[in-house]
């Protein structure tokens, strides 16, 4: 696709539900991310693939979160029992190399809104 | 863990006025720096790449530099216009990851 696509944009859930945040990164780029962000803050790091590879989750905050890419293409973000602190925006970037050492840049999408009520 | 900080947190100008955000980074180790901007509800929006390797990077009305040794960038925006008010943010990349810093919030007024 043209640019990095996330669904749904808003997502207000009741405590203790399950949520299910989709990503569709751009298209034939290798490395996709998701991160926070919290009102007034930066993005914070959640986890990381590598084509179908979870290469790095050593962000994701409690063993509530869980992510996959199984086709190494479109990516879910799978928050169970979700609890009052997990309202952010959860945002989803894409990158086309693998090489740390001369990558392209970073492609975000508009980001996907909890509310937890 | 790197620890990347953005000064000042809020800037207000006239528009037409040239002006510097700065970002700084506790650990040089990097191999890339990118400044973007956001808007109020929107994703981030990349404006300038510089690798470990370069200096500085322009676009535009935009100039990045990089002083990895000091662990400092700066975005200058000359002749700033009421369209550039958003927020801005750099992230370092020493690794897997990216580290944000909280961003410099930036009015320009007409």
């Known amino acids: 696709g043209a640019g990095v696509s996330q669904s749904p944009r808003y997502k207000v859930a009741k405590r203790g539900q399950d949520v299910a945040l989709r990503c569709d990164p751009i298209?034939?780029?290798?490395?996709l991310f998701w991160y926070q962000q919290a009102l007034g803050q930066g993005p914070e790091f959640l986890t990381y693939?590598?084509?179908?590879?979870?290469?790095?989750k050593s962000g994701l905050p409690s063993d509530r979160f869980f992510a996959e890419r199984p086709e190494g293409s479109v990516s879910t973000l799978k928050i169970q029992r979700t609890q009052q602190e997990d309202s952010a925006v959860y945002l989803c970037?894409?990158?086309?190399?693998?090489?740390?050492?001369?990558?392209?840049?970073?492609?975000f999408g508009e980001g996907s809104r909890l509310t937890v009520l | 863990k790197q620890e990347v900080t953005q000064i000042p947190a809020a800037l207000s100008v006239p528009e037409g006025e040239n002006l510097v955000l700065n970002c700084s980074f506790t650990?040089?180790?990097?191999?890339?720096l990118q400044w973007f901007r956001q808007d109020p509800g929107k994703g981030l929006t990349s404006l300038l790449l510089i690798q470990s390797s370069q200096r500085e990077q322009t676009s535009g009305r935009l100039n990045a530099s990089l002083d990895k040794s000091s662990g400092r960038s700066t975005l200058y925006i000359a002749a700033s216009q009421p369209g550039d008010s958003a927020t801005y943010l750099c992230?370092?990349?020493?690794?897997?990851?990216?580290?944000f810093g909280t961003g410099t919030s930036l009015t320009v007024i007409p």
């Open positions: 650990d040089s180790a990097i191999y890339n």
């Open positions: 970037a894409s990158l086309i190399s693998t090489t740390l050492a001369n990558t392209g840049e970073l492609f």
């Open positions: 992230a370092v990349r020493p690794g897997n990851q990216f580290y």
């Open positions: 298209s034939g780029h290798v490395s």
């Open positions: 693939f590598q084509n179908e590879a979870q290469l790095d």
